[in-house]
Nanobody, 123 residues
Framework: QVQLVESGGGLVQAGGSLRLSCAAS???????MGWFRQAPGKEREFVSA????????YYADSVKGRFAISRDNAKNTAYLQMNSLKAEDTAVYYC?????????????????WGQGTQVTVSS
């Protein structure tokens, strides 16, 4: 069992930056780690994922070039650096852990979820 706790969300102006953190209770080196987001009235969507030791990283087209995922297995923590934020990035952001895949990480197959952290970008 792994518990994930996100932090770092908040209110930021368009063009600004935030760094989300996801602290895990267990060893995250056993898992591919990812970030998803869910805006009001919309389905939860994939944002980014990183393989167990950080060798490969994947991004949704909407965030490529603006967001960067990373991890520190010694600290059992994953991160999402978000730059050049836009109003359409406003959502609850969820950390995810998946034993099976990073490249094809999907909502239905994630093993563990965090509780989410709100990101609001004002235009």
């Amino acid at each position: 069992q792994v518990q994930l706790v996100e932090s770092g969300g908040g209110l930021v102006q368009a063009g600004g930056s935030l760094r989300l953190s996801c602290a895990a209770s267990g060893r995250i080196s056993n898992y591919n780690m990812g970030w998803f987001r869910q805006a009001p009235g919309k389905e939860r969507e994939f944002v980014s994922a990183i393989t167990r030791y950080g060798g490969n990283r994947y991004y949704a087209d909407s965030v490529k070039g603006r967001f960067a995922i990373s991890r520190d297995n010694a600290k059992n923590t994953a991160y999402l650096q978000m730059n050049s934020l836009k109003a359409e990035d406003t959502a609850v952001y969820y950390c995810a852990a998946d034993r099976t895949t990073a490249q094809r990480m999907g909502v239905a197959a994630v093993d563990y979820w965090g509780q989410g952290t709100q990101v609001t970008v004002s235009s």
